[in-house]
């Protein structure tokens, strides 16, 4: 959450022949409202729910795209029928660092309802690690946040693959 999964698949786009969607889009598109309205409304698992929904709709009709996809999509049980899984890695507070450095930081911050209580949020991060590296075909240091760098690398990877 936050480390910048739609910026580097839009970034990647622009550099290949790929076809980029966010699955957060695709669930805000069906349920016609916003993520942090889906939570406050039907609660998490409501939206977990959604998110299996999700997948199990990209591994039938999405070929050769990038699929951005949000924090906890990792958990479906369908992930590596889907496609490639690439893991953008950095420390949770260069996360928190570049969301508060952001423009817009305080829209970031608010459209992410996990983010309200950044002890909780750094707990679910160090949870989630070890399984983001379990999941992973591929693993990108994105800490440093040169976009054109984590663009060419992952293209690389993504080759030898």
């Known amino acids: 959450m936050g480390v910048g999964k739609g910026t580097v698949a839009r970034a990647l786009v622009k550099h ?3 076809f980029a969607i966010d699955t957060d889009d695709l669930i805000e598109s069906i349920e016609n409202k916003k993520i942090k309205k ?3 409304d039907q609660g998490e698992a409501y939206f977990r729910t959604l998110e299996k929904k999700c997948a199990l709709w990209c591994e039938k009709n999405i070929k050769n795209t990038i699929i951005s996809t949000g924090g906890g999509f990792y958990k ?3 992930i590596k029928q889907i496609g490639t899984i690439i893991y953008l890695q950095s ?3 260069r996360i928190i660092e570049a969301l508060r450095q952001a423009p817009n930081s305080k829209k970031k911050f608010k459209k992410r309802p996990l983010l309200n209580n950044l002890n909780e949020a750094e707990k679910l991060y160090n949870l989630r690690v070890q399984e983001y590296e379990k999941v992973a075909d591929i693993i990108v240091d ?3 946040w040169d976009i ?5 690398e992952i293209l ?3 080759k030898k693959i």
């Open 16 to 18: 290949s022949d790929y």
């Open 38 to 40: 889906i939570f406050e």
């Open 142 to 144: 994105v800490s440093h």
């Open 148 to 152: 054109d760098v984590i663009v060419k």
């Open 156 to 158: 690389q990877k993504v």
């Open 76 to 78: 479906q049980k369908n």
């Open 91 to 93: 420390p949770f507070h």
